[in-house]
């Protein structure tokens, strides 16, 4: 049996965010929650929505922006039912995204350490990665439940570099939002900026390289 090759320059570990990266499943929540806006008499643009794409509802609200905007209270549970069910349909049937396996076998094939670290909830994250077949494909996963601030802060990121035992220098984010650049820069890592419908337009600054899928990555560049 051949030895795997040893990874150039370093390269000990990368580290994928969840949504809009390994599935997209912001693009979904984002005409969710629009055609719920619209149901009220109220344009959700895409600028706004984008607030929270990658961390959670404290720098916008959907629920809160939409009762002020109308003016009146609204049953959140029954939104947050309405959107899941919005969410379901325009989700259709879930898939990965081009590249994301290329990258995980590519990855193991140079014996990479692969951490996960996402904004979203462990449930959340673990039952998409076990329906998709690549939960075991992870060294580590940190989410939401592990850390007392989430995106842009690092803590996601820093958490996961300690558990993957690799230094800030070693390491390779692999991200879609503003969000989550900012929270890898922080922490003193390389980022690759792979933008999704959602995020495509928006303003990255201080990324490391910017591609239009995961399947134009070759490791070896790195």
Same mark, same amino acid.
């Given at each position: 049996?051949?030895?795997?090759?040893?990874?150039? @320059? +370093?390269?000990? *570990?990368?580290?994928? =965010? !969840?949504?809009?990266?390994?599935?997209?499943?912001?693009?979904?929540?984002?005409?969710?929650?629009?055609?719920?806006?619209?149901?009220?008499?109220?344009?959700? /643009?895409?600028?706004? &929505?984008?607030?929270?794409? +990658?961390?959670?509802?404290?720098?916008?609200?959907?629920?809160?922006?939409?009762?002020?905007?109308?003016?009146?209270?609204?049953? $959140?549970? !029954?939104?947050?039912?309405? /959107? $899941?069910?919005?969410?379901?349909?325009?989700?259709?049937?879930?898939?990965?995204?081009?590249?994301?396996?290329?990258?995980?076998?590519? *990855?193991? %094939?140079? /014996?990479?350490?692969?951490?996960? *670290? %996402?904004?979203?909830?462990?449930? &959340?994250? $673990?039952?998409?990665?076990?329906?998709? +077949?690549?939960?075991?494909? @992870?060294?580590?996963?940190?989410?939401?439940?592990?850390?007392?601030?989430?995106?842009? =802060?690092?803590?996601?990121?820093?958490?996961?570099?300690?558990?993957?035992?690799?230094?800030?220098?070693?390491?390779?984010?692999?991200?879609?939002?503003?969000?989550?650049?900012?929270?890898?820069?922080?922490?003193?890592?390389?980022?690759?900026?792979?933008?999704? =419908?959602?995020?495509?337009?928006?303003?990255?600054?201080? $990324?490391?390289?910017?591609?239009? %899928?995961? =399947?134009?990555?070759?490791?070896?560049?790195?």
């Amino acid at each position: 049996m051949k030895a795997k090759p040893e990874s150039p @320059f +370093g390269l000990k *570990a990368i580290i994928f =965010d !969840f949504d809009g990266l390994i599935m997209d499943t912001e693009t979904p929540w984002y005409y969710a929650f629009k055609d719920i806006y619209q149901e009220h008499g109220v344009e959700l /643009s895409l600028e706004l &929505w984008c607030k929270n794409v +990658g961390t959670t509802f404290d720098e916008f609200n959907p629920y809160v922006y939409l009762e002020t905007s109308i003016q009146k209270p609204l049953d $959140h549970e !029954f939104i947050k039912q309405l /959107s $899941h069910e919005k969410y379901t349909v325009y989700l259709g049937e879930a898939k990965l995204l081009p590249g994301v396996l290329h990258l995980l076998e590519a *990855a193991k %094939s140079r /014996s990479l350490r692969i951490g996960l *670290a %996402s904004s979203s909830t462990r449930a &959340w994250v $673990h039952k998409y990665l076990k329906e998709q +077949g690549i939960f075991s494909y @992870f060294d580590v996963i940190h989410t939401a439940d592990d850390v007392k601030r989430v995106k842009p =802060d690092p803590e996601l990121y820093t958490l996961t570099l300690e558990k993957l035992g690799v230094a800030a220098g070693e390491a390779l984010v692999f991200e879609d939002s503003p969000n989550g650049l900012k929270a890898a820069k922080a922490a003193g890592i390389r980022c690759v900026i792979v933008p999704n =419908d959602v995020t495509r337009n928006l303003e990255f600054i201080a $990324h490391d390289l910017r591609v239009a %899928s995961l =399947d134009e990555i070759d490791l070896g560049a790195f």
